[in-house]
């Protein structure tokens, strides 16, 4: 079966992309703010009770994330004068509103993350419903419709872009497979740059990685792209989930990865938004 969503592009020979200011690198923070469901397995530090109702052991590891790690991250995110790119289940903006609200006052991005982190895409019945109801909820609880989508689990159906440009969504990072934005054969959506490998939660709980393995490879991914991009820009998404890396002996290390990124010239701390905004006003809308 041929994937019809999208061209292959080799890199090379692409159209040179100018950033903001004369920016190399455009970075954005990707931070998943989500809601998971008490009743339903999901995202585990410990596959032995992840399958009961109700599962203390691996709930409570996520909901460390709303109540607490996040409020962490925000002083670390603010220290640098990063916004973030936020990717928002529904449910969060009635079960959380504080974090909601904290986010305005920021001025960070929403984009759309589904309804929970409990419920994938594929098992949606009725998408277009399920769809609208998610950007309509995220609408009313931050005053902003949602331009960006990421699926639970980076989960989509062939459908789900078509669907989303219908609701004017014009971009998806669930593909992961560029370092610069690229348009879908979807009229008006791209895809944006994303990222499974420099994501908090597989360095940390899949590979095992300490604080400062991690610390090293944000600056090593940095590092590369910054002198890849010295001919056309570059975009570097840093994938973050408050339970996993605003855990209080993990905080420290990002502190000090978001200071060696802002630290250098040439550098665009931006939104998703944004980037896609830019790229799609450089290359016709």
């Not at 692409?14 to 954005?28: D, E, K, L």
């Not at 895809?191 to 095992?208: C, K, V």
Request: hydrophobic letters at 40%; glycine letters at 8%; one cysteine or more.
């Amino acid at each position: 079966m041929e994937n019809t969503l999208f061209d292959y592009s080799p890199i090379p020979g692409r159209a040179a992309i100018r950033w903001p200011g004369g920016a190399r690198v455009a970075f954005y923070v990707g931070l998943n703010v989500e809601h998971f469901t008490v009743d339903r397995a999901s995202t585990s530090i410990n596959e032995a009770t992840a399958a009961l109702v109700p599962d203390p052991l691996n709930y409570g590891w996520r909901d460390y994330g709303p109540r607490v790690a996040i409020w962490r991250l925000m002083d670390v995110l603010d220290r640098h004068g990063i916004r973030a790119s936020v990717l928002l289940n529904a449910d969060v903006c009635e079960r959380y509103p504080q974090i909601v609200e904290a986010g305005n006052a920021r001025n960070w991005a929403w984009l759309a993350h589904g309804k929970n982190n409990s419920t994938l895409q594929a098992d949606v019945a009725d998408e277009r419903a399920y769809l609208t109801e998610v950007v309509a909820t995220i609408e009313k609880s931050t005053g902003r419709r949602p331009r960006g989508w990421l699926g639970p689990a980076l989960t989509e159906t062939f459908d789900t872009p078509s669907l989303l440009a219908e609701l004017g969504l014009t971009y998806v990072l669930d593909w992961t497979n560029d370092d610069q934005p690229y348009r879908l054969n979807v009229p008006g959506m791209l895809s944006l740059p994303y990222s499974l490998e420099l994501n908090d939660l597989g360095i940390f709980t899949m590979h095992g990685a300490s604080g400062a393995e991690f610390l090293q490879m944000v600056t090593d991914q940095f590092d590369q792209l910054y002198a890849e991009s010295a001919d056309s820009g570059r975009v570097m998404a840093l994938a973050l989930h408050p339970f996993v890396i605003g855990q209080a002996f993990r905080a420290k290390y990002l502190d000090q990865a978001l200071a060696y990124i802002a630290g250098h010239d040439g550098v665009w701390l931006t939104t998703s938004d944004e980037i896609a905004e830019h790229y799609l006003a450089g290359t016709g809308g």
